[in-house]
């Protein structure tokens, strides 16, 4: 069975910090890892992903995430916070050629701005 | 192009009631979800669909019916609503393999 645990479910950083989320999965088969980001009031959006290949991926709006096979993480982050970065993350995993195309949503980790 | 759409945005329900949220993409994905989204625990799959006809139960299915006659609607119902069913309900798709899912805007469903 598959599933991620996203540590911490608040983080608070100042404008112009680094923003590091932090996501761990557990997956018997090789994953598909995602984060999604979610501003007040809408639905979710695809912010990255991975599939197979380079495990730096990159993002809109500046994010990052590496894909750490050996610490089964899937960390997301981004060099300079701005305001409008605020919103609720989600990291999640699916399985690799899966015919299901389901997906296992983490908790969620809500990004505060501090001007 | 509308995407993917969810009716109503907002609901309010009493005990008992009978409640359809309604969700319609124009993409002719394969794959449909629905997904309830509570304060500590993320999102939770309900059921989920492969194609028109094919539906299947997700994490949390009890209390909730779907139907899928036509690729680009899938309803959710609730047959008997329950506070413990007030929650934001978002539906999304999917193209078949891709893995990559599309969300709605949701439905902000509160049961008294």
């Known amino acids: 069975a598959q599933s991620v645990t996203q540590l911490g479910s608040h983080v608070s950083v100042s404008e112009g910090a680094l923003v590091l989320l932090r996501c761990n999965y557990s997956s018997s088969v090789p994953p598909y890892l995602f984060w999604y980001v979610q501003y007040p009031n809408q639905g979710l ?3 990255l992903k991975y599939t197979t290949g380079a495990t730096l991926v990159k993002g809109i709006n500046g994010f990052e995430a590496e894909f750490k096979k050996s610490e089964t993480s899937f960390h997301l982050t981004k060099p300079s916070a701005h305001m409008s970065d605020a ?28 001007p | 192009d509308a995407g993917i759409t969810q009716s109503p945005r907002y609901k309010i329900t009493e005990t008992g009631r009978q409640v359809t949220l309604m969700c319609h993409q124009t993409w002719s994905h394969s794959y449909m979800f629905w997904y309830r989204q509570d304060l500590g625990h993320g999102l939770r799959l309900i059921y989920y669909s492969a194609a028109a006809d094919i539906t ?10 779907v139907s899928r006659s036509k690729t680009e609607n899938f309803p959710l119902t609730l047959e008997s609503a329950t506070r413990s069913q007030t929650s934001v309900y978002f539906c999304a ?6 893995n990559e899912q599309y969300f709605g805007p949701g439905t902000r469903l509160t049961v008294t």
């Open chain 2, 93 to 98: 798709s999917s193209v078949r393999g891709s």
């Open chain 2, 56 to 65: 299947d139960k997700g994490e949390v299915p009890d209390g909730y019916v």
């Open chain 1, 45 to 47: 959006q695809l912010l």
């Open chain 1, 87 to 114: 919103a609720e993350y989600f990291c999640a995993v699916s399985e690799q050629d899966s015919s299901a195309s389901k997906i296992i949503f983490g908790s969620g980790t809500r990004l505060s701005i501090r």
